[in-house]
């Protein structure tokens, strides 16, 4: 298995582009989540979902949008991106909502300039 | 919505020095997870404690959950340089749809 897989590692971005962070796992994961990290703040969540054509706002939502077309992808869309979003993000995956261990991905570090 | 605050923020030891960093919460957790961050990667769990006063082990690392459930530590023994990294404390919040609230870590160094 691969886990939770996450591309690109690195981008940069100017202010108003848009892109998709890609993020899947090959555990047949119900749960996924995305998550920001910045510095002194730990993990933020941004949306989640718990199953395949269900997304929920988490902490953080302004800015982005996801869908979950399949189990095994969640893609994250920053629209028009900005400075503010600059951060490292990380998806996440557990087998269900109740469950205990989360897996995260290796994260991408997007920079918008 | 429960705030974690973990102390300290930075810690910079020696190897073989012992440590604790800690987690305190405004409310009472449900349970509380303990995770490491290495650079360039992302959180793994270390453990879990759900009972006010339990104690876990995991080698030189020893999790205690406090009795009311609104704190807990993290003790290090011995500590060496594999254990640099960020520390981060969790509230897995499953009467809040399983969304984790982190607090914002401890950054530990150790030098040999």
């Known amino acids: 298995n691969a886990g939770v897989t996450q591309t690109p590692k690195f981008q940069v971005l100017k202010t108003g582009q848009s892109m998709t962070l890609q993020c899947a796992q090959d555990m047949n994961h119900e749960y996924m989540s995305w998550y920001r990290q910045d510095p002194g703040m730990g993990l933020r969540l941004i949306h989640y979902?718990?199953?395949?054509?269900?997304?929920d706002q988490g902490e953080v939502p302004n800015g982005y949008n996801v869908s979950r077309s399949t189990t095994e992808d969640f893609p994250l869309r920053l629209l028009s991106a900005a400075p503010s979003q600059t951060s490292v993000y990380f998806c996440?995956?557990?087998?269900?909502?109740?469950?205990?261990?989360?897996?995260f991905g290796p994260g991408t570090r997007l920079t918008v300039l | 919505t429960q705030l974690l605050e973990q102390s300290p923020q930075f810690l910079s030891i020696q190897e073989g020095e012992n440590l604790t960093v800690y987690c305190n919460s405004s409310s009472v957790f449900s349970s509380l997870q303990w995770y490491r961050q290495e650079p360039g990667e992302g959180p793994v769990l270390l453990v879990t404690v759900v009972t006010g006063g339990e104690v876990k082990k995991l080698k030189r690392l020893t999790f205690q959950f406090g009795d009311a459930r609104k704190d807990s530590s993290l003790h290090i023994t011995a500590a060496q340089p594999g254990d640099t990294g960020l520390y981060l404390c969790a509230d897995p919040a499953y009467n809040q749809g399983g969304k984790l609230i982190f607090g914002q870590g401890t950054e530990l160094s150790v030098k040999p």
């Open positions: 996440a995956s557990k087998p269900g909502l109740a469950t205990d261990t989360q897996y």
């Open positions: 979902s718990v199953g395949a054509g269900i997304t």
